[in-house]
């Protein structure tokens, strides 16, 4: 799994999967696609006007949280 931002653009995509073959493009609202992989699972999913996306909740944190092992790590994402 693998999250990029591209602030040019402010856009964020987080793959799940690696790429192998074409995916196709779900438009779920205005600022929301997912990517599809050929055998329907989930390749991607692209965030447009990601700033206000990612950062309006909690001040622009990003936790990952393994529950098995009780550990959480955060990065702080850079400001709108």
Excluded at 8 to 33: C, F, P
Excluded at 42 to 54: P, T
Excluded at 71 to 78: S, T
């Amino acid at each position: 799994m693998k999250l990029t931002y591209d602030s040019r653009h402010n856009v964020a995509y987080l793959r799940l999967l690696e790429k192998s073959g074409t995916v196709r493009t779900i438009q779920v609202s205005d600022e929301l696609n997912v990517d599809l992989a050929q055998d329907g699972r989930v390749y991607g999913i692209e965030l447009l006007n990601a700033n206000e996306q990612l950062c309006a909740e909690d001040g622009g944190r990003l936790v990952v949280r393994d529950e098995a092992a009780g550990r959480e790590d955060e990065i702080q994402l850079a400001a709108a």
